[in-house]
């Protein structure tokens, strides 16, 4: 297999795995650093390095968990509170390995655009994705629940240019994913010459 095969078949692979489906099995440490290190390793421009990541293993995830469900409950008007939506965030994490919070920590270089910076750094989850469906983990990435909601800066100290990316809940599946599906890509895509 050449080295493009093997990129491919992994891109092609890579499917997101909702937490509900982990089986509780615990990820080594080791291959979370590995795949930081993958991370760390995206494009950036000008050497910036923009990604950050925060990383709850063990009793952390739930407790993480529940914090943000808590901030859901206390910062949502009533008549959008849904007790379901709650207990989801409450127990999105309870059979997860690892929580992975990333985000695009901001530079003082004006010449780079918050755009460029935050590309950068969802490049380095891409490269997470990737790592982790070779390593055989499955992984979601989600940017929902409080994610967006300026409580969660202040949560994690970030700074006012600072941006959230998203939660990667990771473990592992008992079951197998589903294929994926894919458009035409001609249908994305205009040829110039």
Same mark, same amino acid.
């Given at each position: 297999?050449?080295? =493009?095969?093997?990129?491919?078949?992994?891109?092609?692979?890579?499917?997101?795995?909702?937490?509900?489906?982990?089986?509780?099995?615990?990820? &080594?440490?080791?291959?979370?650093?590995?795949?930081?290190?993958?991370?760390?390793?995206?494009?950036?421009?000008?050497?910036?390095?923009?990604?950050? =990541?925060?990383?709850?293993?063990?009793?952390?995830?739930?407790? =993480?968990?529940?914090?943000?469900?808590?901030?859901?409950?206390?910062?949502?008007?009533?008549?959008? =509170?849904?007790?379901?939506?709650?207990?989801?965030?409450?127990?999105?994490? &309870?059979?997860?390995?690892?929580?992975?919070?990333?985000?695009?920590?901001?530079?003082?270089?004006?010449?780079?655009?918050?755009?460029?910076?935050?590309?950068?750094?969802?490049?380095?989850?891409?490269?997470?994705?990737?790592?982790?469906?070779?390593?055989?983990?499955?992984?979601?990435?989600?940017?929902?629940?409080?994610?967006?909601?300026?409580?969660?800066? &202040?949560?994690?100290?970030?700074?006012?240019?600072?941006?959230?990316?998203?939660?990667?809940?990771?473990?592992?599946? &008992?079951?197998?994913?589903?294929?994926?599906?894919?458009?035409?890509?001609?249908?994305?895509?205009?040829?110039?010459?």
């Amino acid at each position: 297999m050449n080295k =493009f095969t093997a990129v491919q078949e992994t891109v092609i692979r890579r499917r997101s795995v909702k937490p509900t489906v982990l089986n509780g099995k615990k990820i &080594d440490d080791l291959q979370i650093r590995q795949l930081l290190d993958l991370a760390n390793w995206a494009p950036t421009h000008a050497n910036t390095e923009p990604w950050r =990541f925060v990383v709850y293993s063990g009793n952390a995830v739930q407790r =993480f968990c529940h914090e943000h469900a808590e901030l859901y409950r206390q910062y949502t008007a009533p008549d959008k =509170f849904t007790p379901a939506k709650y207990e989801k965030q409450r127990h999105n994490g &309870d059979k997860a390995s690892h929580l992975i919070v990333v985000y695009m920590k901001r530079g003082n270089n004006p010449n780079i655009t918050a755009l460029e910076e935050i590309c950068a750094a969802a490049a380095a989850v891409e490269n997470i994705l990737l790592g982790a469906e070779a390593l055989g983990i499955a992984v979601l990435w989600s940017t929902g629940g409080m994610l967006l909601h300026p409580v969660m800066k &202040d949560y994690f100290e970030l700074g006012n240019e600072d941006v959230l990316l998203g939660m990667l809940y990771m473990g592992y599946a &008992d079951e197998p994913v589903n294929a994926g599906k894919r458009g035409p890509v001609e249908e994305k895509t205009s040829w110039h010459r």
